[in-house]
C-alpha cells in the first residue's frame, strides 16, 4: 500500500484543520467546525456514585466538556443512569461516555444510558494472550466474522439510541490476530480500527470518533498521521480524539503529552483531546486548554513556500542521515545547547545548573547524566578550564579561539570569513537563507553545523520545510534546531517547546536543539533532556509509563508512582509501567522493561516485559519485589551518595 508522505494533513506548509464530519455527542458537535473539545476521566470506583458525581462536576467546571467514566461490568453500567441524573439535577448537561474494555453486554447497557460509548477493539471482542497465530486469509475472515457477531448488537443499540461510538484503539492492546498479520506497528492499530469503522458503516452507523493512543510519542504520532491518511483513501473523515496514553505524572506527563498531541494539532489533525496525566483529572484540563489556545489564530501565520513531495517518511521514524561535525551529527545523540549569553564572564558557578559542579577542594567536575553538551555564551568570556566534555560557542566576533571554544557564524558573515575556522563552525540561517546559492557553496567546507531559527507563528512547519530544502540538495549537513521563547510564562514554555521541536524530532530531523528562553537555566536544561527523553532519541533518565488512574484501579496511582519515582529515578533508561488494573497492563505498557500492576485488592503483580513473574504480590511488599526483580535481571545500579 502506497501512501503518499503528505496524504495525512491538507498541507505541510499552511496551518489548515483536516475537515471532519461532525458527530453530536449529547447536545455537543464534535468535528466539523467546532472547536477543539477537551474531556478526561473519572478516577473513582463508578460504584461510588457520589464521589463519582462530585469528581465529574470538579472536571466540568474545570473545562472539562465530557466526562468520561469506566464502566467494567453491567453492574458500573446500570449505576450510570444514576450518575447521570445526579449531574443533570446538578444544572450540567455535559454528555457521559461509558469506557468499555471486555465486557460487551455492560456497552450494550450503556449505550441506553449515556451519549457515548468508547470500545478499544483489541479487547473488546478480541483476544490477547501474546499468542503468535497463523493464519490464512480464510481463518483470518473467521475470526472477523466472529468479531462481527460480537460487535453488531452495539452498532444497533447506539443507532437506536441516539448514542456515539469512540473507536479508540491503544497500541498496547492490539490483539493476538492483529498482530499476527500486522505486527506491533501503526498500520496494526489502524487497522484495528478501520475493521470495526466498516462494520459500522455497513449499517450506515456514522456517529464515530477514532483514536490512536500510545505511550510511545512516535507510534502515537505515526498512527494517527496514518489513519488520516488512510480514512482519506477510502472517502472517510471522521473526527479525531488525541491522547498520549499512560504519560505519567508532573513536568514528564506534560512534557510527553505535549509532543505527541500538540504534533497532531500543527498538522490539522485533532478535533478532541485529553491530556491523561497521573493526577486529579481536573488538573488535566488547564494542560489541555494551553496546548489548544494556541491554535485559536494559528491560520495567521506568515506565508511558507508550498513544497510537492516532501522528502520525509511520517509514517515511520527515520532519522536524517548527516555526516559528524565533532560529535554532533552521524551516529551521535541529538545534543544540548544551552544558552549562557546574558552572562558577561563565565565561572564556574555559571554552569551548576547546565549539568556541572565544580569542588574546588577537589580540584574536579561532577557531570550529571542531564549535562549540556555545549553553552552558548555570545559576547561573553571565558577564564577558567573546562571539563573535558563541555564546548562553548561564542559569537564569532567575539571568538577567543581557546580549546573548546566554537565560534557562531551568520550565513553573510561567514561567507566572507577567511579565517581557519573552528573545530565546530556554527552557521545561524533561516528558511530564506535555504534558497539562495550561496548557502550551498558551504558544502565543500569542513565542520558546518547550521542553526536554524524561525519567527513564524506556524514555526514547525517553517523549520520542517528548511529541513526539505536542505535535503533535497543532497547535502547531508549536520542541523540544530533553535528557538525563541522568551514572551512565554513557565507552562506555556515546557508545553510549546515539547511540540515545537519534538515534533521535528519525531519525524527524524534535528542533530542538536537550543532553547532561548527568559527562564532559570536548571528548568530549560530539565526541559531540553526531557523532550530528547519523550521522543526516545536521547536516554537520559528513567522512563515511568503510569496510567492516569480511573475506577478500575486498585491502589493508589498517584502514591505508588512517586514511591516507586523515590528509589528508581536514578535507573538511566530503563522504562517501568505502573498499571492500575490488568485491564492497562501488561498490553498497555506495550515497551516497558518492568511492569507494576493491580490484579485484586491489595495484590500486584510483577512484569518483565509482557511475561508476568511474580504473581499476587501483597501490595505492601510490591515495591521492593520490583526492586529486587530489577536487581535479578542486572538493570540495577547503586544510588551514588
Known sequence: MEIRPDA????????????????????????????????????????????????????????????????????????????????????????????????????????????????????????????????????????????????????????????????????????????????????????????????????????????????????????????????????????????????????????????????????????????????????????????????????????????????????????????SAGNIGGNNVPRVIIDLSAINKLIPEDLIDAGYIYSESLDKWTISEQAADFVYIGKGQLSFELPGTLNVIQDENAWQKKDQTLPLFSLDHYLKYTGSGGAINFVSISLSDCFRPELYTLKNKQAIVLVIDTANKHGIAEQRRAFFEIINTNWDVPIIIRRDYNASTKDEFQLFTATDLGSLLIDGFGDGIWLIADKPINLITQTCFGILQATRTRISKTEYISCPSCGRTLFDLQEITGKIRSRTSHLKGVKIGVMGCIVNGPGEMADADYGYVGTGIGQISLYKGYEVVEKNIPSEKAVDALINLIKENGDWVELEE
Do not use: W
Open 8 to 323: 495525512f494533513c491538507e498541507s505541510l506548509t499552511k496551518y489548515v484543520r483536516f475537515r471532519t464530519r461532525e458527530v453530536m455527542v449529547g447536545s455537543l458537535g464534535i468535528g466539523g467546525n467546532n472547536p477543539i473539545r477537551i474531556q478526561s476521566m473519572t478516577t473513582t470506583d463508578t460504584m461510588d456514585t457520589r464521589a463519582t458525581v462530585d469528581q465529574s462536576l470538579r472536571m466540568i467546571e474545570a473545562g472539562s466538556e465530557l466526562v468520561r467514566i469506566t464502566a467494567p461490568s453491567k453492574r458500573e453500567a446500570e449505576n450510570l443512569r444514576i450518575i447521570k441524573e445526579e449531574i443533570r439535577n446538578c444544572g450540567y448537561k455535559t454528555p457521559i461516555v461509558a469506557d468499555i474494555h471486555f465486557t460487551p453486554n455492560a456497552a450494550l447497557i450503556a449505550a441506553t444510558i449515556v451519549e457515548k460509548v468508547r470500545i478499544n477493539p483489541g479487547n473488546y471482542a478480541d483476544r490477547k494472550k501474546f499468542d503468535y497465530i497463523e493464519y490464512t486469509d480464510a481463518s483470518y475472515e473467521q475470526e472477523l466474522d466472529r468479531i462481527r457477531e460480537r460487535f453488531i448488537p452495539l452498532v444497533k443499540v447506539c443507532k437506536e439510541n441516539g448514542a456515539a461510538m469512540r473507536i479508540g484503539t491503544n497500541h498496547g492492546s492490539l490483539s493476538d490476530r492483529i498482530l499476527s498479520r500486522y505486527g506491533d506497528t501503526p498500520l496494526g492499530m489502524v487497522e484495528s480500527a478501520m475493521e470495526f469503522i466498516r462494520i459500522c458503516e455497513e449499517f450506515d452507523y456514522h456517529d464515530l470518533i477514532l483514536s490512536m493512543k500510545a505511550s510511545n510519542t512516535q507510534v502515537m504520532v505515526q498512527a494517527y498521521r496514518l489513519a488520516v491518511a488512510m480514512m482519506r483513501q477510502e472517502g472517510m473523515n471522521y473526527p479525531l480524539h488525541l491522547g498520549v496514553t499512560e504519560a505519567g505524572e508532573g513536568e514528564d506527563g506534560r512534557i510527553k503529552s505535549a509532543i505527541g498531541i500538540g504534533s497532531l494539532l500543527e498538522d490539522g489533525i485533532g478535533d478532541t483531546i485529553r491530556v491523561s496525566l497521573t493526577e486529579d483529572p481536573e488538573l488535566e484540563i488547564p494542560v489541555a486548554q494551553q496546548l489548544v489556545q494556541r491554535y485559536s489564530t494559528r491560520n495567521s501565520h506568515s506565508e511558507i513556500i508550498s513544497i510537492k513531495n516532501p522528502p520525509f517518511r511520517p509514517y515511520d521514524y527515520t532519522r536524517r542521515s548527516t555526516i
